[in-house]
């Protein structure tokens, strides 16, 4: 059976999908900088080695805004080497906000030659839980952040897996894009009540500017240029510029998306579990 390439295999969606395609009887070949199949976007000599008798991939592409400058040769060399189908992850945000990056990292795959299906999630309800901006907060008990009273559909990180799964196994994805949300748009700190009531422990979500969201957050250590960039996308929600529930997910799989209030109950025991004790590392997939 061919393999399947699962780039970014050791992140928060890679080790889903790569999971996933075990469960259907696939060898997934997963490929990260911290997996024993090393890649790298930065060093184009990991490509080729993580290509070889591959015949689909899934794609959590580099990060920044020359992408697609990254991606565009990657793709090309795919295609070569007989990689027939690509995945490729982006953000419904980069539509949203009309992002040129994250566009133009799109249109690379779509130009590439290969059958190919872009996914564009929302914010993942697994932030909460497994990203450290987030599961620091809630640690804490306290959610601050320059969402106001915007609301997002999370999607459940599960249901994201699955679509990439079927795009890269099963016929009917070719030239689809597909924007994934979760079935209901919440409010952030109706978010944080849902954890706090599967939970069991008192939690709160406190509305802050963005400058301030900001300013706390490079104080927390994180670097300012990530800090503007997040805190531009909690400012864009704030705003109530995120459109509301999106059907990539029934398109793509038939059902109805997995609900938060699912996720936070699924959740509940490392929430009660952890406590104040150390965060899992900060993922960017």
């Keep these: 059976m061919t393999e399947i390439l699962v780039v970014g295999g050791t992140g928060k969606t890679g080790r889903r999908v790569a999971a996933g395609l075990r469960e259907r009887g696939f060898t997934p070949r997963v490929a990260s900088r911290s997996s024993a199949r090393r890649f790298d976007w930065a060093d184009e000599r990991t490509w080729l080695p993580a290509l070889s008798g591959v015949g689909a991939a899934y794609l959590v592409g580099p990060q920044g805004g020359n992408a697609a400058e990254r991606l565009r040769p990657f793709a090309e060399l ?45 914010w993942f309800a697994q932030n909460f839980s497994e990203d450290r901006l987030l599961v620091d907060a809630v640690a804490e008990g306290e959610v601050r952040l320059a969402t106001g009273e915007g609301r997002e559909p999370f999607v459940d990180l599960e249901d994201v897996a699955e679509v990439a799964v079927a795009a890269m196994t099963k016929p009917g994805h070719d030239g689809q894009v597909y924007e994934l949300s979760g079935p209901d748009a919440l409010t952030w700190g109706e978010a944080v009540d849902e954890i706090a009531r599967a939970a069991g422990r008192p939690l709160r979500f406190t509305a802050v500017s963005g400058e301030r969201n900001r300013e706390e957050l490079v104080a927390r250590g994180y670097p300012a240029e990530f800090a503007a960039a997040v805190v531009a996308l909690f400012e864009h929600i704030g705003q109530g510029r995120s459109p509301g529930r999106s059907d990539g997910v029934r398109r793509a799989l038939g059902r109805e998306p997995g609900s938060f209030r699912a996720y936070a109950q699924r959740t509940a025991r490392f929430w009660r579990d952890q406590g104040r004790g150390p965060a899992t590392e900060r993922g960017g997939d």
């Design 78 to 122: 795919a295609v070569a080497h007989g990689v027939e189908r690509l995945v490729l992850l982006s953000a419904r945000a980069w539509a949203e906000l009309d992002d040129a990056a994250g566009l133009a990292a799109e249109q690379a795959v779509r130009e590439s030659g290969a059958a190919w299906t872009i996914l564009r999630p929302t």
